[in-house]
């Protein structure tokens, strides 16, 4: 066990639904990260939030947002869904601003649109 | 900007054998350097990092990287190979100065040969 907890760990859902996924940083972790993975286009960085706020935005869609609250666990939120958005995502927390001693993955959401 | 290259898609070693994974970086600053672990289902795991200090870095479960900024290099190697090693293996670089995020490679996938 990693520490970081997301949840659920799978999602099914059909085309045009909007699904969020929930992230619960390691205990003491100020910044959380998102990240998809997918066959086609490996890992790609979404967004990061240090401390409530948001740091960085990396190749996230518009059709997809997230936010990080007070109690510091994050939710990304994925809204008119497409085949293509079906990818493993990541969350993954670190205890300073920057990511630069390593992150803490989570064991991920496996999210299939059919 | 930084980006990563891992030659070598896939890898296949015979058990006890030695293992050699390739990763290459462009930075147009010093970097700081990550190798993770992905087991099935699993999220990324940590195997070591390197942040400037010394350039030949040991890591968890008996691998090792040496930083070598003339040939923009940062190899994985494990002297003996072991089945439970067989994952996908992941090469990745962040800016120190920043930190948002990592940019990873597309992923070597080890296979250990009985």
């Known amino acids: ?21 929930r992230c619960s940083p390691r205990s003491g972790d100020l910044s959380v990260y998102w990240y998809q993975q997918s ?8 967004i990061h939030y240090y401390n409530g706020e948001e740091r960085a935005k990396g190749n996230i869609l518009e059709r997809f947002s997230a ?8 939710e990304l939120n994925l809204s008119s869904l497409e085949l293509g ?11 300073a601003y920057r990511g ?7 064991s991920g959401t496996r999210l299939t649109v059919v | 900007a930084q980006s990563v290259t891992q030659l070598g898609s896939h890898v296949s070693v015979s058990e006890g054998a030695l293992v050699l994974l390739r990763c290459n ?41 040496e930083f070598k900024k003339s040939e923009t290099s940062f190899h994985l190697t494990k002297p003996s190979a072991h089945m439970s090693d067989a994952a996908e293996y992941f090469c990745a670089v962040s800016d120190p100065n920043t930190g948002n995020q990592f940019y990873f490679g597309t992923g070597t996938s080890l296979t250990v040969i009985p």
Not at chain 1, 67 to 74: G, I, M, V
Not at chain 1, 100 to 106: D, E, K, L, Q, R
Not at chain 2, 29 to 35: E, R
Not at chain 2, 41 to 63: E, R, W
């Open chain 1, 1 to 21: 066990d990693s520490g970081v907890t997301q949840t659920p760990k799978h999602l099914i859902t059909a085309t045009g639904q909007r699904v969020t996924l």
């Open chain 1, 39 to 46: 066959l086609d286009q490996g890992l790609q960085f979404l």
């Open chain 1, 67 to 74: 936010q990080q609250f007070p109690d510091l666990h994050s």
């Open chain 1, 85 to 95: 958005d079906s990818a493993l995502y990541f969350c993954a927390s670190s205890v």
């Open chain 1, 100 to 106: 630069s001693y390593g992150y803490t993955f989570g």
């Open chain 2, 25 to 65: 970086y462009s930075s147009s600053v010093p970097p700081y350097l990550f190798w993770y672990v992905q087991y099935p289902n699993q999220g990324l795991q940590l195997l070591l990092k390197y942040t400037s200090a010394a350039t030949l870095v040991k890591g968890i479960n008996g691998f090792e990287a």
